[in-house]
Structure formats: structure tokens, C-alpha cells
């Protein structure tokens, strides 16, 4: 995903493992999907705005992508390792359970101008 100037983050998401739904389906999915789902929209933007074409931002629904769910990091979620969303920034693991959209954006500064 990422580049030499362009830094890829990757928000990897498994409803239902915390709480709420366990469904396959995004429209019957509840709150936790949504919230999800929408922070990483507000990530996107947010790396964007802070950094124009120099991010790559990905979010993966766990249950809809069973490739990514046998990854390294989908198999942290699936046995349940790390809370769910999984942030992955340029292949490394950088937090879990929550999108931070603040420090993900300070995060990726740190990268691009270290």
C-alpha cells in the first residue's frame, strides 16, 4: 500500500467482535459498523486535507474480505489479540480499538517529515 512518499493506512475492521451485531451486511449492521465505517471516512479527509496526495487511507470490513481476514493482522482480530478496529500504518502495527483520528493524523506527520 504505501510508497516511498506516500504513507498507506489501513483500518481493519471486524463487527461484532467487541459488541453489537455480528452480521455480514453492511446495511443491517448497527452502530459499531457505522461508527467504524465512518470514522475512517473522517480519517480519510482528515489525511487529505493535512497532507494532500501523500496518504493512502483503507478500510477493510473483515467480515467482507476473508483474504485480509487470514492476514497477519486480520488474525489479530479474529482470535481476538487486539479489540477491533486494527489502525496498520505502512505495514506496522500502530493501535487498536478505536480510530483516533488526531493521532493517526500527527502519527503520519511524523512519518512523512521524519
Request: aromatic content about 4%.
Amino acid at each position: 500500500m504505501a510508497t516511498k512518499n506516500l504513507v498507506g493506512v489501513l483500518i481493519l475492521d471486524l463487527p461484532g467482535i467487541n459488541k453489537g451485531c455480528a452480521c455480514c451486511t453492511p446495511t443491517s449492521c448497527g452502530p459499531e459498523y457505522s461508527s467504524v465505517k465512518n470514522k475512517a471516512e473522517e480519517l480519510k479527509a482528515a489525511l487529505e486535507e493535512a497532507y494532500p496526495g501523500k496518504t493512502s487511507t483503507e478500510y477493510v470490513d473483515l467480515l467482507m474480505d476473508p483474504q485480509e481476514k487470514e492476514s497477519k493482522f486480520g488474525q489479530l482480530l479474529t482470535t481476538k489479540e487486539e479489540p477491533s478496529p486494527l489502525i496498520v500504518i505502512n505495514d506496522e502495527m500502530k493501535s487498536a480499538g478505536m480510530v483516533q483520528v488526531p493521532v493517526i493524523v500527527k502519527e503520519v506527520g511524523k512519518i512523512l517529515n521524519g
